[in-house]
């Protein structure tokens, strides 16, 4: 039995040691000036003779003991941040005088990419931060050659977020993290915010990086990226969708396939075009119809002991433009009917074209194995069970789509 004088001392000391340990702050801090901080990375492979006798020489994390593993040896362009030099808002400088560029890039070469930032790490004199890391474009020859080595060294850094974008560019990576568009000075922020507008116009499909892994870790779907093309030096296009089969590139969608792709998925917002032969027309003309609101009801059920899918697809669009503005009269509700009907048409095979593309690379990127693997657990698995074998069904998966599309305005004209 402890005395009183014994309980107070105990008390007292209990108090110091939690004291002690809420002095003891941010041991591990590091200034941000001490910070090469990264916007956006690059990867392509290493092409020339010259790129790989350079990397042998350097043998940044193997000797000639030990060798290195038998990989292409990968080229990494990394875009860092300034101090000083990068703009704090719209119409300021953010300390920079004329002609000097708010961010420095800076190339390594790896077997791994490891050993790339290690390389790269060689060359600085402040610690690598990733915490500022926005975008990754890897070339579309590293893309097919597997993501596998950039996946596991990206998962494993606690401060890559899992909101930053990852793209394959059609060409080298490289070209699009040295583009210099007019609208903004910082290259990264330029793709960010491309990327984050184009999701929010309705053209692409919201897949950041975190999303890419959710879709490689998963049995019954495969991922897909944003595929990029470099216009002129200056400017970067959206051109399809990267289709992977797990961490390789298999294949590429046009960019009207990717409204096709939404609208299977049910994502809400619409935000593309396309042109429609009017019905009954004496002449050649056509229509500008633009997609605004999807909805998507999907169902699997069972013929002769095979899973079938069937996909209910609501849309809604608005008569944008006509070839001939006086030719033809939409007040009618009959024509109306008419166009939605071809609409429907075109739309059915525009969709059930991009499904025959993806069961020719074996790449289920709608994700109908998830409702096999959810809604049929015992077929699954006694059938399925692997990803690999899941790709092998879907190639001759039976897939129903029915489309009804709603025509919500036509324009209105003064009499």
Not at 158 to 182: C, E, M, N
Not at 348 to 356: K, P
Request: proline share 4%.
């Amino acid at each position: 039995m402890l005395t009183r004088e014994e309980v107070r001392c105990v008390r007292t000391f209990a108090v110091l040691a939690g004291m002690v340990l809420l002095l003891s702050g941010c041991w591990d801090r590091l200034e941000i000036e001490d910070r090469a901080v990264i916007l956006g990375i690059a990867i392509d492979l290493a092409e020339s003779k010259e790129d790989l006798e350079e990397e042998m020489k350097e043998q940044i994390n193997h000797s000639n003991a030990i060798g290195a593993p038998d990989m292409p040896v990968i080229k990494i362009s990394a875009q860092i941040a300034v101090p000083g030099r990068i703009p704090l808002g719209p119409g300021e400088s953010g300390g920079a005088t004329v002609g000097e560029k708010p961010v420095w890039i800076l190339n390594a070469k790896g077997h791994t990419v490891e050993e790339a930032m290690n390389a790269l790490q060689q060359e600085l004199a402040d610690q690598i931060f990733l915490g500022h890391l926005r975008i990754i474009v890897v070339s579309e020859k590293y893309a097919r050659n597997g993501l596998g080595n950039l996946n596991d060294y990206m998962r494993r850094q606690t401060d890559i977020r899992r909101t930053a974008w990852l793209a394959v560019s059609k060409g080298k990576a490289t070209d699009i993290i040295h583009s210099s568009p007019q609208l903004e000075r910082v290259p990264a922020l330029y793709l960010l915010a491309m990327l984050d507008h184009s999701v929010d116009m309705g053209k692409l499909p919201n897949e950041p990086i975190g999303r890419y892994w959710i879709r490689n870790s998963n049995l019954g779907q495969e991922p897909i990226l944003p595929y990029l093309v470099l216009k002129q030096q200056e400017n970067v296009q959206v051109a399809g969708l990267a289709v992977f089969r797990k961490d390789k590139m298999v294949g590429a969608t046009t960019p009207l396939q990717i409204g096709a792709y939404m609208a299977v998925n049910g994502i809400s917002e619409g935000g593309y075009s396309f042109f429609v032969p009017v019905v009954n027309s004496s002449k050649n003309q056509y229509v500008l119809m633009r997609t605004v609101n999807r909805d998507t009801d999907t169902r699997l059920v069972f013929a002769d002991g095979r899973p079938k899918i069937i996909a209910n697809v609501s849309l809604e669009g608005n008569l944008r433009e006509k070839t001939e503005s006086d030719s033809y009269n939409f007040s009618d509700s009959s024509a109306i009917k008419e166009l939605e009907k071809k609409i429907n048409e075109a739309l059915t095979q525009e969709v059930m074209h991009l499904i025959a593309d993806t069961k020719r690379m074996k790449a289920d990127i709608f994700g109908f194995g998830e409702y096999v693997r959810a809604l049929a657990p015992k077929y699954w698995k006694e059938h399925v069970r692997s990803n690999s074998r899941w790709s092998e069904q879907y190639h001759s998966l039976d897939i129903e789509i029915h489309i009804n599309y709603k025509v919500r305005r036509v324009g209105m004209k003064a009499k």
